[in-house]
């Protein structure tokens, strides 16, 4: 299985900190995405990276791929309560768009 | 756009009836894509269609589970009979080439 596996399980912050979630994966990629979920909510995408690229920034967003380590990193940077969410990677490594989702960081911002 | 449209949005039914998802995926976008959330099991793929064509369903569960896609805007993920271990909440998401997925908001399935 090429699924995503997210670590650690769950982060507990204060608003203004930084949060770091890593993902490892297990075979080769096109690209590597993360996703954000609300409580309650459907999965809204953050950021993708291809699989020859090693970083990509999107705001207070900072994505990280090492393909040699099969392995992501997404850093949020100065965290507000608002980014209290899960957070998911997802991998597609057939180019058919078919993503695999791992099993989420549950990120807590406290104010 | 209003993004991908899901209905119902809760639905509780009795074990052994049929229910039926609805979806409706963003304009241009031509993969749609069903998953289930659970605590135990995260997000599993289920099936998904590109340009309205079943291209991989390996992942839906049993033979009482099926899905369509008629046309380029909807498509239905259908149980029949439903048990209580379907209780759920059903995604739809769909894409364009390259693109990241738009997710609805989610069909919550309660069967008792």
């Known amino acids: 299985s090429q699924q995503g596996e997210e670590d650690p399980q769950a982060l507990s912050i204060q608003e203004g900190e930084n949060a770091t979630m890593n993902c490892s994966y297990k075979?080769?990629?096109?690209?590597l995405q993360w996703y954000r979920q609300n409580s309650g909510r459907g999965l809204v995408h953050l950021i993708l990276?291809?699989?020859?690229?090693r970083e990509k920034h999107s705001g207070r967003l900072r994505v990280t791929l090492d393909t040699s380590k099969k392995s992501s990193s997404l850093l949020i940077t100065a965290s507000r309560a608002a980014d209290t969410a899960s957070y998911f990677c997802?991998?597609?490594?057939?180019?058919?768009?078919?993503?695999?989702f791992g099993q989420g960081t549950t990120l807590q911002v406290k104010p | 756009d209003a993004g991908v449209i899901q209905s119902p949005r809760h639905e509780v039914t009795e074990m052994g009836q049929e229910v039926t998802l609805r979806c409706k995926p963003i304009?241009?976008?031509?993969?749609l894509f069903w998953y289930r959330q659970t605590m135990m099991r995260g997000l599993e793929l289920l099936i998904y269609f590109n340009n309205n064509v079943p291209i991989d369903d390996s992942g839906m569960p049993e033979d009482r589970f099926s899905a369509k896609m008629p046309n380029a805007s909807f498509s239905t993920l259908k149980i029949q009979p439903s048990e209580p271990r379907d209780s759920a909440v059903y995604f739809c998401a769909s894409t364009g080439i390259s693109d990241g997925y738009t997710f609805g908001s989610g069909t919550r399935l309660t069967v008792v």
């Open positions: 997802a991998t597609d490594g057939s180019n058919t768009g078919k993503l695999i």
């Open positions: 075979t080769s990629i096109n690209n």
């Open positions: 990276i291809r699989s020859n690229e």
């Open positions: 304009s241009g976008h031509n993969s």
